[in-house]
């Protein structure tokens, strides 16, 4: 099994996986890509964080030393490294997490739970990172702007971020589709979760962590 099959013929890396799940090799290098991605965004886009830092110190009325260090770490090698570490925990806390609810609920739409299978299925279809890196630090290293986005959200180009509608459009990314798609097709084939049942299932965590990604954050921004 050639591990770019994810891309071109899923199919046939779900049938070996449901003979022998493995999952080593997608997760080191989904977390390696990730790692990679937010470093290199805080690189290509340092001057935009900058000042979109600038504007929150004025406004929580920030001492001019106070804003003189944060300068400093902004600046620095430092927020580089933490940005990887802190997104290749989080990649890994998701994966983690995504698969012991997708396994949980299998056996509610007639599938067979097997946690390792379900953890191979989707680590692989999280290689749909790789080429999403790819294309988000293009446009990133383009408009050296962080805030790109592959999603619907590119219909509303002067939506305000912060706004529910904004952010709902941005959770419909082309790679998170894909991606959801790949899981779906991968449970069904590795845990005998009739198709109907397997599309049903993922789309409808992914719609409910959607929401609850968006009330999270309308809740500790309001917080800040």
């Known amino acids: 099994m050639n591990i770019m099959d994810i891309y071109f013929a899923p199919s046939k890396v779900f049938n070996v996986l449901k003979e ?4 080593i090799t997608p997760f080191i290098i989904v977390l390696v890509v990730i790692a990679l991605t937010a470093a290199l965004t805080v690189n ?44 290749t925990f989080f990649i890994a806390a998701i994966l983690l997490v995504f698969t012991l609810i997708v396994n949980l609920f299998i056996p509610l739409f007639t599938g067979e739970s097997g946690f390792k299978a379900v953890f191979s299925v ?30 619907l959200a590119l219909l509303v180009p002067n ?53 609850g990604g968006i009330g999270l954050r309308g809740i500790f921004g309001r917080g800040m």
């Open 44 to 87: 290509f886009s340092r001057d935009a964080i900058m000042a979109r830092q600038e504007e929150s110190m004025i406004e929580r009325g920030l001492t001019e030393e106070q804003m003189e260090q944060a300068r400093q770490f902004t600046s620095g090698p430092i927020l580089m490294i933490s940005s990887a570490v802190g997104a």
């Open 20 to 23: 022998k799940p493995r999952w």
């Open 159 to 211: 939506l305000a971020k912060e706004s529910f509608t904004y952010q709902f459009l941005a959770g419909f990314d082309f790679f998170v589709i894909w991606q959801m798609i790949l899981v779906a097709m991968g449970i069904n084939i590795t845990n005998n979760v009739p198709k109907k049942n397997a599309y049903i299932l993922i789309f409808v965590i992914w719609f409910v962590s959607l929401l």
């Open 122 to 151: 989707i680590c692989y279809s999280a290689l749909i990172a790789v080429p999403a890196a790819i294309l988000k630090l293009i446009l990133i290293a383009m408009t050296k702007s962080p805030f790109v986005t592959t999603s």
